[in-house]
């Protein structure tokens, strides 16, 4: 079946820094790729997705790449602020209306 | 602001009772997901409702179920609750298959469910 990994949390950080959340996917067919984010108490924000291989989405100055000969979608920011602190989800969903497949989730904490 | 609505916030029971959450999906949307997410297990797929008719099923127990009425609101209702029920219930929706973003859900704020 379907399946997303991330890599496993805390990442700390100072702001200002680099950041990448790494995500791997398993999936038959094509599906399309997904951020979403999750603040302390609230409930899940789309972030940026892709819909195809070679397809880039961004946001907030977050981006992410869908590539398939990797079978990746690693989110990047090139200077995190204190406000990014949060829970990060890579997700993919296998057809146009299906459900989705979540990560376990990564949290990134930023420091001033 | 998502448009998803949720109700309640918040809810807390006992072990054994029943409870009902509701969700109302952005305006014109046709398709209603509900998902748990607990410590322990992640974010997990429950169920999909499409314009009042089950499409998908994923982790859901028996002890739940869920409908979607014809204005479009979904209800989720979990019976003989267990200290384990205790997660946070999340609804999402997506417009009408074929229309622009019919892959792309959006979720509620949630309902923190603990059970006692």
């Known amino acids: 079946g379907d399946s997303v990994t991330q890599m496993e949390g805390p990442v700390t950080l100072s702001e200002e820094a680099f950041l990448t959340i790494n995500c791997t996917y398993t999936?038959?067919?094509?599906?399309?790729l997904f951020w979403y984010v999750q603040y302390p108490g609230e409930g899940l924000q789309l972030l940026l997705k892709?819909?195809?291989?070679?397809d880039k989405g961004s946001n907030k100055g977050f981006e992410a790449t869908y590539r398939k000969e990797t079978t990746s979608f690693h989110l990047e920011k090139g200077s995190v602020q204190v406000s990014d602190s949060a829970v990060y989800f890579c997700?993919?969903?296998?057809?146009?209306?299906?459900?989705?497949?979540f990560g376990k989730g990564t949290m990134l904490l930023v420091s001033p | 602001d998502s448009g998803v609505t949720q109700t309640p916030k918040h809810l807390i029971t006992a072990t054994g009772q029943r409870v009902t959450l509701r969700c109302s999906p952005r305006?014109?949307?046709?398709?209603v997901y509900w998902y748990q997410q607990s410590l322990d297990q992640g974010l997990q797929f429950l169920i999909q409702?499409?314009?009042?008719?089950?499409?998908a099923k994923g982790n859901i127990l028996e002890r739940f179920s869920a409908q979607q009425f014809p204005d479009l609101h979904s209800e989720l209702n979990l019976s003989s609750l267990e200290l384990g029920d205790s997660a946070l219930y999340f609804c999402?929706?997506?417009?009408?298959?074929?229309?622009?973003?019919?892959?792309?859900?959006?979720f509620g704020p949630g309902t923190r469910l603990t059970v006692l």
């Open positions: 999402a929706s997506t417009p009408e298959i074929g229309r622009a973003e019919a892959d792309t859900q959006y």
């Open positions: 999936a038959t067919g094509y599906p399309s």
């Open positions: 892709a819909t195809k291989a070679d």
């Open positions: 997700a993919l969903s296998d057809r146009g209306y299906s459900t989705l497949t």
């Open positions: 305006s014109g949307d046709l398709s």
């Open positions: 409702y499409y314009n009042g008719e089950e499409r």
